[in-house]
């Protein structure tokens, strides 16, 4: 679990994404089932650009706990990327009622306001 949490702190403050993503990797290798670790993986993965092989964990992390707002709002962005408008939306709505006072609420404000010009 170090590995996985070292990772993620990496992808939240600018480290070393190759090295993020190789300690996410470790940790998924290692916690296969975890959600966490499907999360922190997806997100490397994202981070590269990666967004086919992020939105799969994050589906997979979503299924085993769908309550949670940071896997809907990594899934939201990512389907921001990949320019599917209405899963984004859906996904990034979905942070807000699971938790109205989300930590980064105005960033998915401001993604759903660019989903919804585009």
Known sequence: ML???VAYMMLEHGGNKDVA????????RG???SP???DT???AYYQKGTYG??????EEALKKSPQ???YHFHLGLTYQKMNNK???KEHLERVLQVNPKFPQADDVRKALSELSQG
Do not use: G
């Not at 190789?22 to 940790?27: G, R, T």
């Open 3 to 5: 590995a996985n949490n």
């Open 21 to 28: 993503l190789s300690l996410a990797q470790v940790a998924r």
């Open 31 to 33: 916690l296969p089932e």
């Open 36 to 38: 966490l670790t499907a």
């Open 41 to 43: 993986l997806a997100w």
């Open 53 to 58: 092989l992020a939105v799969d964990l994050l």
């Open 68 to 70: 949670n707002p940071n």
């Open 86 to 88: 209405a899963s984004a």
